[in-house]
């Protein structure tokens, strides 16, 4: 199993970038996936995930406070694709952005810990200048 992120790159504060995460191996059709971030000399953080339709519930979404309301999480089962649309960057943005999929099919919607994930991307690179 592969995850390829993609999309990172250098954009000014209040710029846009749109973040995508191409999986193949297996398909994540029946798995939450996630997007976190690592800034230089901290901790991988939690940014964002999405659940998957289990019949009950449709991609429902869960955001760290400090991106609400600026990025927006997504996925395309078809193409085994997720995004991550962020929106008025911040210089506090700045990070190696990674994406995962969800070590279990249950929860639908996982946890927002790096423990409950298994395949991760290899990172790609978001700098915003101020």
């Known amino acids: 199993v592969q995850l390829q992120a993609s999309g990172g790159g250098l954009v000014q504060a209040g710029g846009s970038l749109r973040l995508s995460c191409a999986a193949s191996?297996?398909?994540?059709?029946?798995?939450?996936m996630g997007w976190f971030r690592q800034a230089p000399g901290k901790e991988r953080e939690f940014v964002a995930n999405i659940g998957w339709s289990d019949g009950w519930s449709d991609g429902r979404t869960k955001y760290a406070d400090s991106v609400k309301g600026r990025f927006t999480i997504s996925r395309d089962n078809a193409k085994n694709t997720g995004y991550l649309q962020m929106n008025s960057l911040k210089p506090e943005d700045t990070a190696v952005y990674y994406c995962?999929?969800?070590?279990?099919?249950?929860?639908?919607?996982?946890?927002?810990?790096?423990?409950?994930?298994?395949?991760w991307g290899q990172g790609t690179q978001v700098t915003v200048s101020s």
């Open positions: 995962a999929t969800a070590r279990s099919a249950f929860p639908v919607l996982p946890s927002t810990a790096t423990t409950a994930y298994d395949y």
């Open positions: 191996g297996r398909t994540f059709s029946n798995r939450g």
